[in-house]
Nanobody, 121 residues
Framework: QVQLVESGGGLVQGGGSLRLSCAASGRIFTVNSMGWYRQAPGKQREMVAL???????NYADSVKDRFTVSRDNDKNTVSLQMNSLKPEDTAVYYC???????????????WGQGTQVTVSS
């Protein structure tokens, strides 16, 4: 199996910064895309930022120019640097990775347990 472990959430004032990190471990042959989703109370889970193995990125319009996603392929980690945080960024943030497990033919998505980010006004 594959596990994703997140860290770095917390409470911050509006305009502040936080950094989220996520490490993938287990029977990993290769990790394809990695990234972050979030879910606010009463809302659907939405994509925040994704990064491919080769470093191509995709961001939600609401976080462009404020958030930066990065990864370390050797360590199977992905990070999200969040600057200029707004109260509307408050949500549970989930790490996502598309992983090709050792001994399998088809990659699949895995999710972290989620980490709370709360931005006060």
């Amino acid at each position: 199996q594959v596990q994703l472990v997140e860290s770095g959430g917390g409470l911050v004032q509006g305009g502040g910064s936080l950094r989220l990190s996520c490490a993938a471990s287990g029977r990993i042959f290769t990790v394809n895309s990695m990234g972050w989703y979030r879910q606010a109370p009463g809302k659907q889970r939405e994509m925040v930022a994704l990064i491919t193995r080769t470093g191509s990125t995709n961001y939600a319009d609401s976080v462009k120019d404020r958030f930066t996603v990065s990864r370390d392929n050797d360590k199977n980690t992905v990070s999200l640097q969040m600057n200029s945080l707004k109260p509307e960024d408050t949500a549970v943030y989930y790490c996502n990775a598309n992983v090709h497990m050792t001994g399998t033919m088809v990659p699949r998505d895995y999710w972290g347990q989620g980490t709370q980010v709360t931005v006060s006004s």
